[in-house]
């Protein structure tokens, strides 16, 4: 089994900034992708940003050039520093990766819990 403990989240004005951590623990073998994806309400998820193990990223549109996605191979984590935050990012985020464990064959999808970013205008 794969723990994922997201933290980061909160109330920001818009223009403001946050960053979202996301650290996986438990049964890995290694790591494919990691990424973020958000719900607001009445919405369907959506991708955010995913990173390979090779560190390539892959952004929705909304979020290019506001949003940085990084990971740290070494501790199992995947950060999401938002900048230039808009209202319209006000979602539930949710950390999401793709694992290989001990003695499995194939990889399986993870979420975390999820963390609120709210953005007042």
């Known amino acids: 089994q794969v723990q994922l403990v997201e933290s980061g989240g909160g109330l920001v004005q818009a223009g403001g900034s946050l960053r979202l951590s996301c650290a996986a623990s438990?049964?890995?073998?290694?790591?494919?992708?990691m990424g973020w994806y958000r719900q607001a309400p009445g919405k369907q998820r959506e991708l955010v940003v995913t990173?390979?193990?090779?560190?390539?990223?892959n952004y929705a549109d909304s979020v290019k050039g506001r949003f940085t996605n990084s990971r740290d191979n070494a501790k199992n984590t995947v950060y999401l520093q938002m900048n230039s935050l808009k209202p319209e990012d006000t979602a539930v985020y949710y950390c999401?990766?793709?694992?290989?464990?001990?003695?499995?064959?194939?990889?399986?999808?993870?979420w975390g819990q999820g963390t609120q970013v709210s953005v007042s205008s």
């Open positions: 990173i390979t193990s090779g560190g390539s990223t």
């Open positions: 999401n990766v793709r694992v290989r464990s001990y003695n499995s064959y194939g990889l399986r999808d993870y």
């Open positions: 438990g049964n890995i073998f290694s790591i494919n992708t």
